[in-house]
């Protein structure tokens, strides 16, 4: 049987807003035979197929999963409703040590046509947002929020793999943590994102000494040097980088810019840190990317 068909289908109706019995109705069958499609215990003839990939505005040839990329045209608020569930779903088969589970929900979302950023953003930064809450409220231990970040760190991994990349822009980034601040997967987003939007992109991760970014600048040569704090305590660090880099570069120094929660109370953040620029979003560094 088709497994992929069977995933495809039920991710298709989800994201409509069908329920079987709603989808049964519309395409004249009885709810038992899409439950059965779904289950991979039936699969439908030529015509059933055409029709349903008429109904999803998807190919034939999606629906049987013989292409992985297609666009489909989503109602938004059906689109938003399903979402709010699947972060609930995700994280509770996360919590319960399911990761594969969690994994194939993430990824059939994305095999539907979803964007990586919307998967990024409104699905496992939620699912993080609310890790931190559970483990503030002593619900849940060191140990689930260390299983939860590893495993979105793989699933975003994979789907960075199979995305396509533009091609176009120039402009050369390398982004990192400061200093000792292992939250890393914000500014890995933040890195992943541009790198899709066609920006070259040179991803460190955390723990870095001073001295080897300095290196990695000589190295690349990148216009913008993108610097995540989340714990205040790691702001030093990250004013140490810069300063280095100023030193080391002088009038020839990349463009620093400084984010991350760190600085959500700070006023003059660019003061602060000598920092170029403070951005708090992907839309905010894109747009000192494009200067
Ligand atoms: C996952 C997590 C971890 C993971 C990190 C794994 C990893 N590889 O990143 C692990 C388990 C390692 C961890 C460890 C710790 N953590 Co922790 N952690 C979290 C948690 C649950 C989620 C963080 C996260 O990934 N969020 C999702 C990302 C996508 O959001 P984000 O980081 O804010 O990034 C977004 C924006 O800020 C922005 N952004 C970020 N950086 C940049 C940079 C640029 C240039 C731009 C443009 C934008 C940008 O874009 C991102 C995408 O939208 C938070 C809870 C929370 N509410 O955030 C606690 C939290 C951050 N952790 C906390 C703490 C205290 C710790 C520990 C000290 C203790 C602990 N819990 O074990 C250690 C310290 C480790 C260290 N030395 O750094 C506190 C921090 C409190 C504070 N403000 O000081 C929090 C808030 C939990 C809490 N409620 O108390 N943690």
Sequence with gaps: MNEKFSNRLKTLRKLKGYTQKDFSDIIGVKQTTVSNYEKGLRFPDVDRL????????????????????????????????????????VLDFLLKGNKDEARNLIMNIYNS?????????????????????????GKIDVWNEHYVSENILDIMREIKS?????????????????????????????????EVEGYDVTYL??????????????????????????????????????????EVFKEKAPIVVVGGMAFNNINDVCSETEADFYCKDIEEIKRICNI
Excluded: C
Excluded at 59 to 70: F, K, Q, T
Excluded at 114 to 131: A, D, R, S
């Design 50 to 89: 055409n029709q349903i990939a008429n109904i999803f505005n998807v190919s034939v040839d999606y629906l049987i999963g013989r292409n992985e990329v297609e666009n489909v045209i989503i109602n938004t608020d059906n689109y938003n409703i399903v979402n709010k569930e699947d972060y609930r779903t």
């Design 162 to 194: 199979i995305q396509d990349n533009k091609k176009y822009k120039k402009l050369s980034l390398i982004s990192l943590t400061a200093g000792a601040e292992q939250h890393n997967i914000g500014i890995k987003m933040i890195s992943d994102l541009l």
């Design 113 to 137: 046509g979803v964007e990586i950023e919307f998967i990024y953003f409104n699905i496992l930064e939620k699912i993080l947002k609310e890790v931190g809450r559970l483990w503030e409220s």
């Design 205 to 246: 991760g955390s723990n870095i000494p001073t001295m080897s970014i300095i290196n990695a600048i000589r190295n690349k040569n990148p216009r913008v040097v993108a610097i995540s704090v989340t714990i205040s305590s790691n702001i030093e660090s990250a004013k140490n980088i810069i300063k280095a880099i100023r």
